[in-house]
C-alpha cells in the first residue's frame, strides 16, 4: 500500500519532468522545423510541420555562412587556445603549488583577484594595445584567450596538486630528472582528469565567445559566432535563411556534446563547485 | 634552492606575461586613462571626475544600471528557484533522469548569440502565431516595448542557464546520505518536512556558489541582449555591458566610457565579495 502511493509519487515526478523537458527543447524543435520550410509557408504559420523539406535554406545558408571556412577558424583558435591554456596553466598550477613562499601566494592570489574583472572593465584599453602592435588579428586573439582563461585553469590545477604527493617529484629529481621532464613525464599525466576539466570550461566559453572576436578579428577570418552576426543581421526577417544558419551553426555543437556527454556535465560540475 | 627558483620562473612566466599584458596593464591603463580625453591613443590632458560627473548625470547609463539591477535580481530568483527544482526532478530515482540531464543541460553549451537569435524568432514569430490562434492580443509585438522585452531577456536567461544551475545543486544533492531520508521517513517526517529539515540545510552551500555565479552572470550579459532585443527599442533594453560597448566603439568616446568600464567593475567586484562573505558566514552560524 505504501509502495503503491510511493510509486506513484515517482510516476508524477516523471511526468512533470517529461512535460519540463518539451518545454526546455521546444525552441530548438522549432528552430528545425522552419529552417526546412519556404519563405511563404512560415508566413503562412509557424506551427505546423513543412510540407516538403526545402534544403535549397540549407545550401544558401552554407555557403552564405562560408561554413566550412568559419568552421576551420572556430576550431583553429578555440584548439590552440585551449591546448596552451592546458599547458601553461598545469605548469603554473604545479610551480605555484609545490613552492610555499609569501612571493608564490601573493602570485596566486593576483591570478585568483584577476577573476573579478569583467572583460568590458579591460576591452578598450586591451583592444587599443593590440591594435598599435598591429595584433589584432588570430594570433593576437589566442594569446588574449590564454590571459582571460589562465586564471580559473591556474586554479583548478592548483587545487589538484594537492591530491600529487612531493615524494614523486624528490624520486624523479633523485634519478637524475630536471624538472621540464619531472612535469611532463610524472605530473601532467597525473593531473588527465583536472586537464579534460579545464579544456572542456575553456571550449565552451571560447568557441561560443562573440564580443572578443568581434573586436579583434575581421569578417575575413570570422568565427561562427561571428559570422551568424553578420549573416543574420543580412537576412532579418528572412526566417527560412536564418533559422537554416542558426541550425548550421549548432550542430557542430551537438556532435561535441553527443560525445562527450558525461565527461562535459562532469567537467561543468566540478569548474562550479570548487 | 637557486635552481629551483629559476625553474618556478620559467614554469610561470607565461601566464605571468599573458595576464600582464591582457588583463593586469589594460586594466590599469584603463583606471588612468578615465580622468583624462583619451581617444583611444593619445590623451593629452587629466581633467579629473569630469567622466565620472557626468556619466552618473548620463539619463541613458543610469537607466542602463537600473534595468541591468532590475534584471539581475529577477534572474538570480528565477534561475535558482528552477535550478533547484530541475536538480530535485533528475535526482529522483525516474526512468529519464539521464534523458532529462543531457536535455536541461544542453542550452548551456550554445552561445548566448545564437540563442538570443533562436529566441528572437520565438518571441516574434511563435508568439504572433500562438497570439493569433488563442486571440491574445498580449502575445503579438513582444520585444518591442521595454516591458516585453525585459521578460524576453529573463526568460531567454532562465532558459539557458538553469541547466547549469542544476548542475550545481545535483552535485550538493547527490552528497546527502540516503541513509539520513530514510530515517526520516521510518520516522513519519512528510517529504515537505524532510526538505525543510534535511535536504535544504544540506544543499545550503550550493547557494554559496550559484548566487554568486548566477548574480555575476546575469550582471555580465552582453551577447543575448545584442541578439535578441539588440537595445531597443529605443535603447530601453540596453545593459550596462552593452552600454559600455556602443559608448566606446559606436560612439568612439574612450575615456568616457572607460570611465563606466571602471563603474561597472567596482559594481561586479562588490557584488561578488559581498556574497562570498554573506554566505560563507551564514555557512558558518549553520
Redo the contacts between chains.
Sequence with gaps: MKMNKESKNLFSVEVLGLVLGLIWIAPFYLMIVNAFKTKREIFAGVLGLPQSLALENFVKAFNDLEFLKSLFNSLLITGVSVAIIILFSAMAGYALARNKSKLSGIIFFVFVAAMLIPFQSVMIPLVSIFGQADLLNAAGLIFMYLGFGCSLSIFLYHGAMTGIPKSLDEAAIIDGANRLQLFWYIIFPLLKPISVTVGILNVIWIWNDYLLPSLVLGEANATIPLKMFFFFGEYTKQWHLALAGLTLAIIPVIIFYFFAQKQIIKGVSEGAVK | MNN?NK??W???S???V??G???????I??FV?SFTDWN??TATKFIGFEHYINLFLEEEFMNSIWFTIKFSVVTVILLNVFGLC?AL??T??????N?????????????????G???Q??FI??FG??GN?LGLESMQGWLSTTETGFWGLVILTS?QMA??IM??Y??YLENIPKDLIEAAKIDGATALQRFKSITFPLVAPAFT??MF?TL?MAF?I??QN??LTNGGPFNSTQM??ME??RT??SDNE?AY??AK??I??LI??VI??TQVYYNKKREVDM
Excluded at chain 2, 99 to 115: A, C, E, Q, S
Design positions: 629551483q625553474w618556478f620559467i614554469f610561470l607565461p601566464v605571468i599573458a595576464l599584458i591582457v588583463v593586469v596593464i589594460p586594466f591603463y584603463g586613462f583611444g591613443l530541475l526532478i533528475v529522483r530515482n525516474i526512468k529519464s533522469n534523458l532529462l540531464r543531457t536535455v536541461f543541460f544542453m542550452p548551456n553549451l550554445i552561445g548566448g548569440l545564437i540563442l537569435f533562436i529566441w524568432f520565438i514569430s511563435v502565431d500562438v490562434l532558459w541547466g547549469y548542475i550545481i545535483i552535485a556558489v550559484s555565479l555575476s555580465k552582453y551577447d545584442l541578439s550596462v555591458a559600455i560597448v566606446a566603439f574612450m566610457a572607460q568600464a571602471v561597472f567593475f561586479v567586484a561578488a565579495l
